[in-house]
């Protein structure tokens, strides 16, 4: 069984700045957490969730264009967690973030690649 637990969402004026953090627990990960892929995805109200950020086993990251150059993907893989800081926002990064994991995946930018997905946050960013 796996839990993604995300945290740090909220109400944040334009130009600020949110981190978010996803705990993961169960016996999938115990102490093999590096082996998996996390991403981060997200849905505003009427759209499809998509891509934010992933990091790979190996800590390579990749970003949409829509956050590079803002959003930062990191993870511990002593503490099971993936982190997004995410700065200079913008009112059309209001969304629910979901976080996810993948064991393996062709294309990290698919939602479909992954396995296991948080609850959600909600972030509103006001103009």
């Known amino acids: 069984q796996v839990q993604l637990v995300e945290s740090g969402g909220g109400l944040v004026q334009a130009g600020g700045s949110l981190r978010l953090s996803c705990a993961a627990s169960g016996r999938t990960f115990g102490r093999t957490f590096s082996r998996y892929a996390m991403g981060w995805f997200r849905q505003a109200p009427g759209k499809e969730r998509e891509f934010v950020a992933t990091i790979t086993q190996t800590s390579r990251t990749h970003y949409s264009d829509s956050v590079k150059g803002r959003f930062t993907i990191s993870r511990d893989n002593v503490k099971n967690t993936v982190y997004l800081q995410m700065n200079s926002l913008k009112p059309e990064d209001t969304a629910v973030y979901y976080c996810?994991?993948?064991?393996?995946?062709?294309?990290?930018?698919?939602?479909?690649?992954?396995?296991?997905w948080g609850q959600g946050t909600q972030v509103t960013v006001s103009s």
């Open positions: 996810a994991v993948a064991q393996a995946a062709a294309d990290y930018a698919l939602s479909s690649e992954y396995d296991y």
